[in-house]
Structure formats: C-alpha cells, structure tokens
C-alpha cells in the first residue's frame, strides 16, 4: 500500500537553530516528491518538486533532498516568519499526489 | 496570474442539508483536483478531472458527494444532505497537465452542526 510518513509531528525551535524534516514513503511508480507550505487557514502553497535520488533543490533557508527511500526538508537558519506546517506528498503514476500529515514548525524569536 | 479561486470561503450548516463548493482553477490548468483535509492531517483526494471527465473519483462517497465540470474550467463539489463527519476543509487545486505541479486554492471550511 502506497504511503507517505511524516517526522516529526511537531518542531520547535529557536531563531537561527538549523534541523531537518524528514519524509519517508513507499510508493509504487513514484513520479516526483513534492514539498508544500501551509499557514493556518490557508491552501498549500507549492515549495519543490524533486525527480531522482540525489536530487536537490533550494529555496531561501530551505533546501530539500531526495534518496530512494525518503526526502529531507533542511532548514538553515529559521526565522519565525517560517513558523507554518510544511506538507510532503508523492506523486503517483496516476497523477495523483498521496500526502503524509505534516510537519507543524514554529520557531520562536 | 490569479491563482485557484473558491468560494465560500466558510460555510455552517445544519446535518441533512444541502451545500455546494465552487472553484475556478488556473487559466488553462486542464486538470483540476478535489481534496478533503481533516484537522492535522494531510489533503486526501475526492475526485480528479481532466477537462470535463472525471478520471478518478474511486474516493468519492457517491452516496451524499457529487461534482460536476461543467466546460472543463470551473468545478461545482456537493453534499447532500450532509452530515456531521463531512466537517472538514475542502480544497480544490489546478494543474497545466496531470503530472504536473498542483496549485491549491484557499479552501472552503464546512462546520456541520
């Protein structure tokens, strides 16, 4: 069964304190990994989409990473104004993305 | 560009009633998409259009859900009579093609009393 694990539940940091969310998943046919960010009361707004293992793709503080396994959601430096729940989802050969339950960031000043 | 539009953006209604969700996707997004997210959980899929067919809607409770595409451009999403577990937020989103990067509207929050 295709699934998508999100860890941690929650983060919670200081400003300028670096970590790492972390996105496993199994899923058969995998057509791309994708991040997303969401603030409370908002749709997701669409971060990276990575292909291939090895991949890598930055954004401002965050860079994200692919292996065959799981994805890595690195954090450089937080700022609050970063304080949301960052989403990932695999694509599947259907089109369709399956979501893990996210990751709820707040980093404090 | 504008991006995804849904209206209502709040909706409260009794148990047994009827509602209905619109959305507006991106111009020229042939594929648009049908979510549900429960509190603290991630979206899960409803139903997938592409142009006016409905390509995937195997999640669809088609007992109380129905959607419709008019044209291929905008979406209608509707419950009927709805009940007290459909509380949740509905999000629709938009792609260019199916593979593609999908783009979410702001949700509609239905709270069913």
């Known amino acids: 069964e295709d699934q998508v694990t999100q860890s941690p539940e929650a983060l919670r940091l200081q400003e300028g304190e670096s970590s790492s969310l972390n996105c496993s998943y199994t899923v058969s046919g995998l057509r791309g990994l994708f991040w997303y960010r969401q603030d409370p009361g908002k749709g997701p707004e669409f971060l990276f989409t990575l292909y291939s293992a090895g991949e890598e793709k930055e954004k401002e503080r965050l860079k994200a990473t692919l292996t065959k396994k799981e994805s890595f959601l690195h954090i450089t430096a937080p700022k609050p104004e970063d304080s949301a729940t960052y989403l990932c989802a695999a694509g599947r050969s259907q089109g369709n993305l399956i979501f893990g339950k996210g990751t709820k960031l707040s980093v404090k000043p | 560009e504008a991006g995804v539009v849904q209206s209502p953006r709040y909706k409260i209604i009794e148990k047994k009633q009827p509602v209905a969700f619109w959305c507006n996707p991106i111009?020229?997004?042939?594929?648009l998409y049908w979510y549900l997210q429960n509190l603290g959980q991630g979206p899960e899929l409803l139903i997938r259009y592409e142009n006016e067919e409905a390509v995937d809607d195997s999640q669809l409770p088609k007992d109380r859900f129905s959607a419709e595409r008019l044209k291929g451009v905008d979406s209608t999403l509707k419950i009927q009579p709805a009940e007290l577990g459909d509380s949740a937020v509905y999000l629709c989103a938009s792609s260019a093609q199916p593979m593609d990067t999908q783009y979410f509207g702001p949700g509609t929050r239905l709270t069913v009393l």
């Open positions: 111009s020229g997004h042939n594929t």
